[in-house]
């Protein structure tokens, strides 16, 4: 718990609001989003309200911090990237420094709190249904900057993730 409250996410914790299931479909089936490199917008429409948001009104709206921190998204890319290199963190989370390859990270791999980040990670980060019990490269990235207590620009990430379910 000490990492969700250094990065002010204890707010996403406590949330237990009615969700209207219906709601939430209409407005991804008419979500359209822009990026650019100091912006992200969402645009919608739910049941006739128009709904603009950007990833500053997002955090606003979450509780959490929203200008800093890495917000990339990297679905299926094992390049390396300005944080990291897919070698070097491939073996820091399966816990072997003997492996000559980038791949997937499996949890049985992985000591109990590389676990716990990781199912946070699937969970509020990233969230998906499939292949819990591996990792991706980007849920290493994201769980490396936890760890080393980096910042994590989580609206951004959020909004990233909303672009890629619509595309």
């Not at 006739?48 to 890495?70: M, T, Y």
Request: aromatic fraction near 8%; charged fraction near 30%.
């Amino acid at each position: 718990m000490e990492v969700i409250k250094r990065k002010k996410w204890e707010k996403l914790f406590k949330r237990r609001e009615l969700v209207h299931v219906d709601a939430i479909q209409e407005f991804y089936a008419k979500l359209s989003m822009s990026h650019n490199r100091k912006k992200d917008v969402a645009r919608s429409k739910v049941r006739g309200v128009e709904i603009v948001f950007d990833h500053l009104k997002l955090a606003s709206i979450l509780g959490v911090p929203g200008n800093n921190g890495i917000c990339e998204y990297i679905k299926e890319a094992w390049e390396e990237s300005r944080y990291t290199k897919p070698l070097e963190i491939t073996r820091k989370f399966a816990n072997d420094e003997t492996i000559m390859e980038a791949r997937r990270v499996k949890s049985v791999e992985m000591k109990p709190i590389q676990r716990f980040i990781h199912f946070l990670v699937m969970k509020n980060v990233v969230p998906r249904f499939g292949k819990r019990g591996t990792t991706s490269y980007m849920d290493l990235i994201y769980m490396d900057h936890l760890i080393a207590r980096r910042l994590v620009n989580l609206p951004r990430v959020m909004m990233r993730h909303m672009s890629y379910v619509i595309s």
